[in-house]
C-alpha cells in the first residue's frame, strides 16, 4: 500500500537531515523511581492482554465468515477472499483492530521510557519480561487464523521439487492445500536452506494439524533465538522489545512466516560479529539462502569495523558465500521459479504507488551501501527495506529490525512503532472501508511519537548504557 512507502520515504529523508531521535538518559547510578516496577508489569500485562484480544477478534471471524466445508474443517483458518472485507461488520473489527495496534505501540513507547528509568538489568526485570514474552508465546501458538502462506510452506515441503512443481495434489489430508494454492502448486520462491529444512521438518508425516504446528515450532523457536541473541549482545532494552511486541509475535508464530528464521541469523551474526566474525558471516550467508533480499540487507551487521578493508572482507565473504549456497543448491530451477511466482502473481498498482515502491527500494539499497563503504547509518533507514519485497506485507516490515538495532542507529523506535507500522503494511484489512478513513489518524499517532522523541537530547537505553562502558574503558586507559 502506497502509505507504507509514502511514510518509509519520508523518515528515510528525514534521517539524513536530522540526528538519530534520542531520549535524555538518567542520571548515571540514579536508582530507579518507585513507579518504574509497578509500570513495567502493567504495562506488560496490557500488551499481553491486548494481544489476546487482538487475535479472539480475528479468530471469532474467520471462523464466522462463509466458507466451503473444506476450508471449515482446515486445522487452521484462512481468510476468504480480500481479507476482512468479506467478513460481516469487517469494517468495525477492522477498526477495533486498528485501535488495539495504537495501544500496543504506545505500551511499547511507555515501556521503552519505563524500562530506561532502571540503572541496569536485574533478574526481577528479565523474570517479567519472560513471563509477558512466553504468554505472548501461548496465544500465538493458539490463535486459529493463521493465513494461507503456512500451507505453502506445508505444501512446498512435501514436494520432492518445489521449484518445479508436479501436476498432481500432496495425498490425505495434506490435499487439501491444493484447494488453497491450487494444482500443481506455484513454484516456491524460497531458498535452497529453506526448502532442504522444510522438507526435513514434515519427513516424519504426522496428521495435518500437527505438520503445521511444526511450522509454528519454528517461529517460535527463531524468536527465542532473537531474543537470546539480543541478550547475548548485552541489549536487554532490546530484547524486552522484542520478546513483548504483539505484532512480532503474531507474524512469526501464529502465521509463522518464514522471515523470521533469517531475521533470526542476521540478529545472532549482530551479537556475534566481534568476537567471532566467521561465524557472523556464516549467519548472514544462510539468511539469504532462506530469503535472498535478507542476504543484501544482512551486510549491515558486517559494516561497523573502523576501516574498509576490515568491513569489506567479510561483506564480500557472506555475498559470496550465499549466492554460492542459493545458486549452486537451488539451481537453474530456483532461477526459473523466481521469475514464474513473478508471472503466476502480477500486481496491477497505480503509478503512483509504483514510483514510491522504486524510490524506497533505491533507498534501502543506498542504505545498504553506505553502511558498507563509508560506515554511515541513518535511524530513519530501517523503514526502507520492506520495499525490497515484491509488495508491501507486514512480514517484511521485520527486514528492518536487524539495521535498527545496530548500534550506530540508536533505532529502538522501530521495534517500539512496529504494531501500528505492521497494522498499515497487513494486507487482512484491505479494502475495509473503515481501514481506508483512518490510516491517516494512524500514521498521525506516528509521526507525533516520531516528533516527541526530537525534543530530548541524549542518550538512549542500551546506547546509554553502550556510552558509559565506553567511557570508563577510556578512563582506564
Same mark, same amino acid.
Given at each position: ?39 513495567? *508489569? ?5 500488551? *499481553? ?94 490463535? &486459529? ?56 521438518? *514434515? ?7 500437527? &505438520? ?68 557472523? *558471516? ?196
Amino acid at each position: 500500500m502506497g502509505l507504507t512507502y509514502f511514510l518509509g520515504i519520508v523518515l528515510a529523508t528525514l534521517s539524513v537531515r536530522r540526528k538519530a531521535p534520542l531520549v535524555r538518559a538518567p542520571r548515571p547510578g540514579a536508582p530507579a523511581p518507585a513507579w518504574a516496577l509497578p509500570a513495567f *508489569v502493567t504495562l506488560t500485562l496490557l500488551l *499481553v492482554a491486548t494481544a489476546g484480544v487482538q487475535l479472539r477478534i480475528l479468530d471469532d471471524a474467520a471462523g464466522s465468515q462463509t466458507m466451503p466445508g473444506w476450508q471449515r474443517a482446515l486445522p487452521l483458518h484462512v481468510l476468504t477472499g480480500n481479507g476482512l472485507s468479506g467478513v460481516r461488520d469487517g469494517a468495525r473489527l477492522g477498526g477495533i483492530v486498528e485501535a488495539l495496534a495504537v495501544l500496543q505501540t504506545l505500551a511499547l513507547v511507555a515501556l521503552w521510557a519505563t524500562l530506561r528509568r532502571f540503572p541496569k538489568a536485574t533478574p526481577v526485570l528479565a523474570g517479567i519480561a519472560l513471563a509477558g514474552a512466553c504468554a505472548l508465546a501461548w496465544e500465538a501458538l493458539h490463535a &486459529q487464523l493463521a493465513g494461507p502462506d503456512i500451507y505453502a510452506y506445508l505444501g512446498f515441503a512435501l514436494e520432492s521439487h518445489p521449484y518445479r512443481p508436479g501436476a498432481l495434489p500432496p495425498s490425505g489430508a495434506d490435499a487439501v492445500i491444493g484447494a488453497i494454492w491450487g494444482v500443481p502448486l506455484p513454484p516456491s520462491p524460497y531458498g535452497p536452506v529453506w526448502t532442504a529444512f522444510s522438507h526435513a521438518l *514434515v519427513a516424519g508425516g504426522g496428521s495435518l494439524g500437527a &505438520q503445521l504446528g511444526l511450522f509454528r515450532g519454528v517461529g517460535l523457536g527463531a524468536m527465542a533465538l532473537a531474543i537470546a541473541a539480543l541478550g547475548f549482545a548485552k541489549r536487554p532494552l532490546a530484547a524486552t522489545l522484542f520478546g513483548l511486541d504483539p505484532a512480532l509475535w503474531q507474524i512469526y508464530v501464529t502465521e509463522a512466516h518464514n522471515d523470521i528464521a533469517g531475521i533470526a541469523l542476521l540478529l545472532v551474526a549482530l551479537a556475534c560479529r566481534r568476537r567471532a566474525l566467521a561465524l557472523a *558471516v556464516v549467519c548472514v550467508a544462510l539468511a539469504g539462502a532462506i530469503k535472498l533480499p535478507l542476504l543484501g540487507i544482512g551486510l549491515v551487521v558486517l559494516a561497523t569495523a573502523p576501516t574498509l578493508r576490515a568491513r569489506l572482507v567479510p561483506c564480500a565473504a557472506a555475498l559470496l558465500g550465499g549466492l554460492a549456497l542459493t545458486f549452486c543448491l537451488g539451481g537453474r530451477d530456483y532461477l526459473w521459479a523466481l521469475r514464474r511466482t513473478a508471472e503466476i502473481y502480477p500486481r496491477v498498482v497505480p503509478p503512483g504507488e509504483w514510483a514510491a515502491h522504486a524510490v524506497l527500494a533505491a533507498i534501502a539499497v543506498a542504505a545498504v551501501g553506505a553502511a558498507v563503504f563509508a560506515r554511515r547509518f541513518a535511524w530513519g533507514a530501517p523503514w526502507s527495506f520492506v520495499a525490497c519485497g515484491p509488495f508491501t506485507a507486514w512480514q517484511y516490515l521485520g527486514w528492518g529490525i536487524p539495521y535498527a538495532l545496530l548500534d550506530e542507529t540508536r533505532g529502538l523506535l522501530y521495534l517500539a512503532a512496529f504494531p501500528l507500522t505492521a497494522f498499515e503494511s497487513t494486507l487482512i484489512f484491505n479494502g475495509a472501508p473503515l481501514f481506508d478513513e483512518i490510516r491517516a489518524g494512524a500514521l498521525l499517532v506516528l509521526v507525533a511519537l516520531l516528533a516527541f522523541t526530537f525534543l530530548r537530547p541524549p542518550l538512549l537505553g542500551d546506547d546509554a548504557e553502550a556510552a558509559r562502558r565506553r567511557l570508563g574503558e577510556a578512563r582506564g586507559a
